[in-house]
Each structure stands twice: as structure tokens, then as C-alpha cells.
């Protein structure tokens, strides 16, 4: 397993901006897919975003696609969140998630049982 930790969560005004960091240890983070999940109050987690650890392939939810991009520097081992336009009811407690994939360098995961590591998340909060 992978060792995750998040940062850039905050307090944002609604339509605002936040970019979100998950950094990772160990030498192989280029052989995994990572994702960024999220969970409101009084809600169950999410799938928010995932990339492939190619990079070439990406997915969003519905509700952030267009206003959230996810992307990932291999040389560094960071993934990112680039949150823009933040509604209301994106205020959740956001979380990245990592998967090996040695043999899928294009192949992204979106459900919560296909991460094999997760971190202790950041909290994201949009007011109005």
C-alpha cells in the first residue's frame, strides 16, 4: 500500500477556487491509479474524480464535471484537484485514493471498493 496525505482544503466563498494536493510515498506512484472521493454532512462518500497512472485517461462525477480537473505529476508524485466555480454543496470532507495498476496504465477506477489505500482527507467548505 501507498501512504496518502491531502492538503489545500479551506473555506471558499461559493464560486470561488480551491486546489487540493494528495501526496503519496513509494517509488511505484506511477503505477497507480488515483482517485479523489468526497463526503458530505450526512451523506455517504462519493466518487469525485479519477486518473489513470498514464494520466491519458480521466473521470468525472456529473455534478463537478466541467468545474473540477484532476491531474497528476508523476516526477513528483502529487495528484491534484483543481476545484473552480464551488457551489454550496460541494462543502464535504475530500479524500484521495490509490490503486495499484501495473498492467493498465490507461485504466481509471471510480467505485470506493477499487481503491486499496485511502488518506485521512481534507475538509472543503463553500459558503455563501
Known amino acids: 500500500q501507498v501512504q496518502l496525505g491531502e492538503s489545500g482544503g479551506g473555506l471558499v466563498q461559493a464560486g470561488g477556487s480551491l486546489k487540493l494536493g494528495c501526496a503519496a510515498s513509494g517509488r511505484t506512484f506511477s503505477s497507480y491509479a488515483m482517485g479523489w472521493f468526497r463526503q458530505g454532512p450526512g451523506k455517504e462518500r462519493e466518487f469525485v474524480a479519477a486518473?489513470?497512472?498514464?494520466?491519458?485517461?480521466?473521470s468525472y462525477a456529473v455534478s463537478v464535471k466541467g468545474r473540477f480537473t484532476i491531474s497528476r505529476d508523476n516526477a513528483k508524485n502529487p495528484v491534484y484537484l483543481q476545484m473552480d466555480s464551488l457551489k454550496l454543496e460541494d462543502t464535504a470532507l475530500y479524500s484521495c485514493?490509490?490503486?495499484?495498476?501495473?498492467?493498465?496504465?490507461?485504466?481509471?477506477?471510480?467505485?470506493?471498493?477499487?481503491?486499496?489505500?485511502w488518506g485521512q482527507g481534507t475538509q472543503v467548505t463553500v459558503s455563501s
Open positions: 486518473i489513470s497512472p498514464s494520466a491519458r485517461s480521466t
Open positions: 485514493a490509490a490503486r495499484i495498476s501495473y498492467y493498465s496504465a490507461s485504466s481509471y477506477y471510480t467505485g470506493i471498493n477499487e481503491y486499496e489505500s
